[in-house]
């Protein structure tokens, strides 16, 4: 059966993200892909894991984009229509599919993407997306469970917006970036903060643990999972010293301690080696905790003081190369007009 999946606009993030977890999607307009699977359960169990999924669409085989053919597959009260990756006027076609059908009520798409997934719960809309050009017929089948999401994002025991904690979404996406399935692997975060990347790695099926040097954040990550029915071995340790409590971890998922909040560009040339030094000395600790073969999936800034970038992922240039393979470097995610431009990499232990 062939889906298409709608993505939330995340940069390269998203692209890298489906490209792990669906084999052969293919990417047919901005944020949308198109992919092959057995069933409709099996392509909603990914979209339902993926952290960049919003939207799902299957092909209705046979049916072809003109009113008469769409008007006879609406079963429910409400109706839109959308034109494949286009952000063209339906309103003409609205209504010529409401006369066919002679009842019912349509509601107008907001964008490319179709209704909101808000207003596609609510009003229980059956939702076609029409590709002309191809002479096909996508009908949305599954959006993402935005109450959970937001919960995730605002509704926990401990949320500090000023701690620069990183959205669910995104930290669910990199858990999704390590190429392993979850069941019976044991994933890690060593600068754990509030628990976000864990929470994620937890609710699909990963086992878990976490540091964090501050005694505070630790409980903080204890009590979120908690609030889940989540749980696991939480510690207060300095991540550069991670072997002295675990060993034969499958993967290390993490947004480090990124230096201090506030800082004024001139400041820049001496935060840089410092989070250098914490990141070395982590990656090497972090050899002797994962096992032959074991993930690493961290976030490097990237710093701008008007005159140089400091690119602190540099740092895997050296002589750790000896012991990791790059998987994937370049994943962005931060927006344009941030301070500090995050780069995710993917590192294997050789
Ligand atoms: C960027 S925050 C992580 C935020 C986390 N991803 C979240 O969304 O909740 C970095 C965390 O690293 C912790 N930290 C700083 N230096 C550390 C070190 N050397 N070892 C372990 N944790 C450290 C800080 O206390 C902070 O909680």
């Given amino acids: 059966m062939q889906f298409i999946l709608f993505v939330g606009a995340n940069n390269t993030l998203a692209a890298e993200e489906v490209s792990v977890q669906i084999k052969k999607a293919t990417q047919i307009y901005p944020n949308i892909y198109r992919f092959e699977m057995d069933s409709i359960d099996e392509a909603k169990k990914i979209a339902d894991r993926l952290g960049c999924s919003i939207k799902l669409a299957v092909l209705l085989d046979g049916i072809h984009p003109d009113a008469k053919s769409v ?4 079963k429910a009260k ?10 063209e006027n339906t ?25 909101s997934p808000v207003i596609n719960k609510k009003h229980k809309i059956d939702e076609f ?3 002309l050009d191809n002479d096909q017929v996508w009908q949305t089948i599954w959006v993402h469970n935005f109450q959970h999401w937001i919960r995730k994002d605002r ?8 701690a620069g904690m990183l959205p669910p979404k995104i930290a669910r996406s990199m858990v999704n970036l390590v190429p392993l399935t979850p069941e019976g692997k044991t994933l890690v975060d060593p600068f754990c903060g509030s628990g976000r990347v864990l929470v994620e790695a937890a609710e699909i099926g990963y086992k878990i643990a976490g540091v964090d040097i501050i005694a505070n954040q630790a409980q903080d990550t204890v009590e979120n999972l908690a609030a889940l029915n989540f749980s696991g071995k939480i510690e207060v340790l300095d991540a550069t010293h991670l072997s002295d409590k675990f060993s034969n971890i499958d993967a290390i998922v993490t947004e480090p301690f990124l230096g201090k909040s506030k800082f004024r560009p001139d400041e820049i040339r001496y935060i840089v080696p410092g989070l250098e030094k914490l990141y070395l000395g982590c990656l090497k600790d972090w050899l002797r905790v994962l096992k032959p ?24 240039d050296g002589k750790l190369n000896l012991s990791y393979n790059h998987v994937k470097r370049g994943i962005f995610y931060s927006r344009p007009e941030a301070d500090v431009k995050r780069e995710i990499v993917v590192l294997q232990k050789k």
């Fill in 71 to 74: 008007s006879k597959e609406i």
């Fill in 155 to 162: 509704h926990m025991p401990h949320i500090d917006p000023h």
């Fill in 293 to 316: 073969g074991g993930y690493v999936v961290m976030v490097f800034p990237w710093f701008n003081d008007g005159k140089k970038v400091y690119k602190t992922s540099e740092i895997i």
């Fill in 91 to 115: 309103n003409k076609l609205h209504q010529e599919v409401k006369d066919s059908l002679e009842r019912g009520r349509f509601v107008i798409p907001k964008d490319e993407f179709g209704v």
């Fill in 129 to 131: 997306f029409m590709d």
């Fill in 78 to 87: 409400n109706f839109s229509l959308t034109l494949l990756g286009k952000q």
